[in-house]
C-alpha cells in the first residue's frame, strides 16, 4: 500500500528554519513526480515545490525561491522540504504529494490534483 507521513512541521520565530520530511512506503520515488504544498486558512492550495518525473526538473513558487530547498535521499524514500528564512506568510498546513504522471514540474505544482498519494499534513507556523 502506498503511503506518505510528514513530520517536522512546528512552531518557528519568523528568520528561522525547519526541516520538513514525508516518508514513504510501499514505494520510492525513482519513478515519481513528487511535491510539497501548504494550505494556509482561508487560501487556496499552493504548490509550494515540486520535481518532475520524467527529467528531475525542480519548481518553486515565486514566495519560496531562494529560501526552500527539496530533496530526497539516496533511497528515494524520503523527501525534504529544508525551509530557511521562514516568514509568518509561510504559516500554513503542509502536505507531500507523490504521483506517476509525467507533467513537467511546474504543472504538478499548479495543478495539485494530478497528485494521487497525499500525506497528512504538518503544521507551520511562523510568529512575527
Known amino acids: 500500500e502506498v503511503q506518505l507521513q510528514a513530520s517536522g512541521g512546528g512552531l518557528v520565530q519568523g528568520g528561522g528554519s525547519l526541516r520538513l520530511s514525508c516518508a514513504a512506503s510501499?514505494?520510492?520515488?525513482?519513478?515519481?513526480?513528487i511535491g510539497w504544498f501548504r494550505q494556509a486558512p482561508g487560501k487556496e492550495r499552493e504548490g509550494v515545490s515540486c520535481?518532475?518525473?520524467?527529467?528531475?526538473?525542480?519548481y518553486y513558487a515565486d514566495s519560496v525561491k531562494g529560501r526552500f530547498t527539496i530533496s530526497s535521499d539516496n533511497a528515494k524514500t524520503t523527501m525534504y522540504l529544508q525551509m530557511n528564512s521562514l516568514k509568518p506568510e509561510d504559516t500554513a498546513v503542509y502536505y507531500c504529494?507523490?504521483?506517476?504522471?509525467?507533467?513537467?514540474?511546474?504543472?504538478?505544482?499548479?495543478?495539485?490534483?494530478?497528485?494521487?498519494?497525499w500525506g497528512k499534513g504538518t503544521q507551520v507556523t511562523v510568529s512575527s
Open positions: 504529494a507523490a504521483d506517476l504522471n509525467l507533467y513537467g514540474s511546474e504543472y504538478v505544482c499548479q495543478n495539485g490534483n494530478v497528485m494521487d498519494y
Open positions: 510501499g514505494f520510492s520515488f525513482d519513478d515519481y513526480a
Open positions: 520535481i518532475s518525473s520524467s527529467d528531475r526538473s525542480t
